[in-house]
């Protein structure tokens, strides 16, 4: 009975080590107060932990049990913080930071034509972009968006700015039937996307894409060519879709249907398209919609500040239609790339809209920024929750600020009362983008450089257009 | 010719010390990058100046001018920064922060009934209003609020609470027909009511008013002993009005006519009267609160996440009605008290609703915030905006961080580009709240005790509602 006891003395005294030595190694653990992974069953872990190892997540759980299994090389501990998926802007421009606010409270037409067209025609080039991406792409990091969905010009250098900065990105080159900075017909066009479809292919964070810009601002030739490249790549497609009335109005008296049926017509719809707007949709767009899987990016600020109108949210995801949530760019449809402020925005909206109050509620609100986004884009195999396997794109966002105190659900807190300067910490492929406790707390990008060509972008911009 | 040359050079090499000789001691002076004056022409400055004395602002211009002029004790300067008149929240309830987001998404009646209202019922008292109203001040300061109207329980203790932290308030005790917290009925109401309004007479940054909560939870009775009071003492009175659909029904029902015609039949509705939501106010409605001169407090975030509607405000304003932004209170009908986010949001409401971009373009907006709330609140000899003469309430916001960059327009800035974050500092009546950059950024409030104490109030709150 003495030596048994003895044995198991001896066994529980060097079990610590025994159990080190059957620890396995990883890159990193982040520990925080409460993990909200958005998995299917939406666990979440009081006191838990994420382990990374060659930039994806091999495990989450309870930080005591996680501390069990894994020899990190480093630990990240954010123990007053709420630890969650890397938000997703599924619709923007970024390089449009540039021309920040720019012009407000115009009408479409007279913004456009006064001045985001005269000032794109006169300054977007290869600098601009990259200038106009790496500050949005410092606003994205801080404010815990780790990929966004973009449709520009130049996107070759957007994803090269995109990659410099750390950040995962699915970026689109536009068409448009007029000349634009970089190609002036069609066939440049192509050529140009080919060219940028082929030098990013198989990029780990980078997915080249093709954005043939709105049903009424591209022929049929157009789209069929685009469809045709986009299948011979593999390519997703962005666009524009049923944004303003005049929209309708356009294509209906073009086509005789909406701009969805047109679409579907044509067989441009289908599960690698993103949709960015869908405020004018019917009924009978909704479910073509859906029975091709199509996402949705509902972009709630900039549909109601150029008072585009209010799109079915609820309708559409009552259909079983995926819908993500995106900012817009900001030169005058928004005017930030805060994601945390458009879940707000969504939320609100549709509440007062439909009259409900019970209207998309915070988690849902949480998951359309982050799993239902994934699960549109056909990513969620690699991004959207926190789960072993996926790419550890993750979020810290701190509670001990007055604004966010007390909190009762963390999906309430994240959803209505955390903003982006909340976020402490934003990972993308484990690798950290952005810690506002370190003293460089962005690592991957020269913050100084971004705000002072910001300013110099500024003066250039405003004498193309004649102004002081 | 020499001589004359000597007697020349002799007086420029004295004239500093002449001029020294000359200038007016003040106590701080504060320069930045730009000054939004908000006075009647919308002055600004660029490298601009605010000299403050006595907690008053005695001199606004450009920095140059005001350092020629005025010797001061201290300086605080902001050169990235806009310094601006500090902020006006026409509209909340400070010490419901410790119930922030409690219950979301839920109907009106279900989040009163199973949370809010046994959770007052069990908890509020002269240490719950205090500690939520210091948890209030601390997210005001930091967001750049410098004035608040405040409708609650025990308001004397909010008063004190609002002393202490510093800032600015408009606070009522609320009369409502049943038994609350404080008083179980009218005839205590009074008394309690009194007591208060006899305590703050004459305080400079408290206004003690009387709040009658709303036309349908009032009888007439009530609603007389209020306005009784009121005139007795010179005291605003603050009430909800036409906030739902289902007060306009019931209140037709009692009186034939709509909230505002009764309130009006009573002799209830005047300049001293501060009416909040007005999402239900017709056009006859809208025509008496401007013949009475009355401020609507518009409180869009509110009105969206309780989808109460949309109040009519471009229409109030075209009357020439003021209209103020509120935040209103944040346990599930905001969740926050960033008047940032609530101008952002009224602008973009009112678009999307209207269906046309250019109303209520960002200087409208930063106008309701902050001169607009001040004259509705017949306090525009005081505060609102920033000349010489009034209260010394100024915020700096700064435009270095990404999110802020580039800024074509201050007024775009300030309503659609800048958060409660990008405040650096907070003065009240010339004395800081917040400083940023301080070792201590709020001087007169214990930070890391009202943010200790919400964690203490959430526990008790939730074991009253049985909870966990």
Chains 1, 2 share one sequence.
């Not at 030596?3 to 079990?15: D, E, I």
């Not at 995962?168 to 080919?194: C, M, N, Q, S, Y």
Request: proline share 5%; glycine share 8%.
């Amino acid at each position: 009975m003495k030596r048994a006891f003895t044995l198991l003395l001896g066994l529980a005294v060097a079990w610590p080590a025994l159990s080190a030595g059957t620890k396995k190694a990883c890159d990193t653990l982040v520990t925080a107060g409460l993990v909200v992974t958005m998995d299917a069953s939406y666990a979440t872990f009081r006191n838990g932990a994420v382990a990374i190892l060659g930039g994806k997540i091999v495990d989450v759980g309870p930080a005591a049990d996680l501390a069990g299994r894994w020899a990190p090389k480093k630990t990240i501990a954010r123990p007053d913080a709420i630890l969650a998926p890397g938000l997703v802007n599924t619709h923007t421009h970024a390089a449009m930071n540039l021309m920040r606010g720019i012009s407000d409270d115009l009408p479409l037409m007279e913004w456009l034509t006064k001045s985001i067209f005269p000032a794109e025609a006169r300054n977007v080039s290869p600098d601009f972009v990259k200038a106009g991406t790496t500050l949005a792409c410092l606003e994205m990091a801080r404010g815990g968006t780790t990929t966004f969905v973009d449709m520009y010009y130049f996107e070759s250098d957007v994803a090269a700015a995109t990659e410099a900065c750390g950040l995962r990105g699915v970026l689109g080159e536009t068409w448009i039937d007029f000349p634009v900075p970089g190609h002036k017909d069609l066939a440049e066009t192509e050529k140009v996307t080919r060219d940028f479809l082929l030098k990013w292919k198989g990029h780990r964070r980078i997915t080249a894409a093709i954005a043939p810009h709105a049903p009424y601002t591209c022929s049929e030739a157009t789209l069929r060519a685009a469809m045709a490249m986009s299948k011979e790549h593999g390519a997703p497609l962005l666009i524009h879709l049923s944004e303003t009335r005049d929209e309708q109005k356009t294509l209906r008296e073009k086509t005789g249907g909406s701009p969805t049926q047109w679409l579907e017509s044509l067989g441009f719809l289908g599960p690698n398209v993103v949709a960015a707007h869908g405020v004018w949709l019917d009924e009978a767009d909704i479910k073509t919609l859906k029975a091709r899987n199509v996402l949705v990016a509902h972009n709630p600020e900039s549909n109601m500040k150029l008072a585009s109108g209010t799109a079915p949210v609820v309708a559409m995801r009552k259909a079983g239609l995926d819908v993500g949530l995106g900012t817009d760019g900001v030169a005058g449809s928004n005017n930030d790339l805060s994601m945390f402020e458009t879940m707000d925005f969504a939320g609100k909206l549709a509440k007062v809209t439909t009259l409900d109050p019970t209207a998309l509620p915070a988690r849902d609100l949480f998951s359309m920024a982050t799993r239902e986004a994934a699960r549109g884009l056909k990513m969620d195999d690699r991004i959207g929750s926190l789960e072993a396997g996926k790419e550890a794109d993750l979020i810290a966002v701190e509670l001990s600020d007055a604004r966010t105190q007390p909190s009762y659900d963390p999906y309430s807190t994240l959803v209505y009362a955390a903003k982006e300067s909340d976020v402490s910490l934003t990972l993308v492929e484990g690798r950290v983008v952005f810690d506002a406790r370190a003293k460089d707390p962005f690592p991957t990008i020269d913050q100084k450089k971004a705000v002072a060509d910001a300013g110099l972008w500024r003066k250039k911009i405003l004498a193309s257009l004649g102004a002081k």
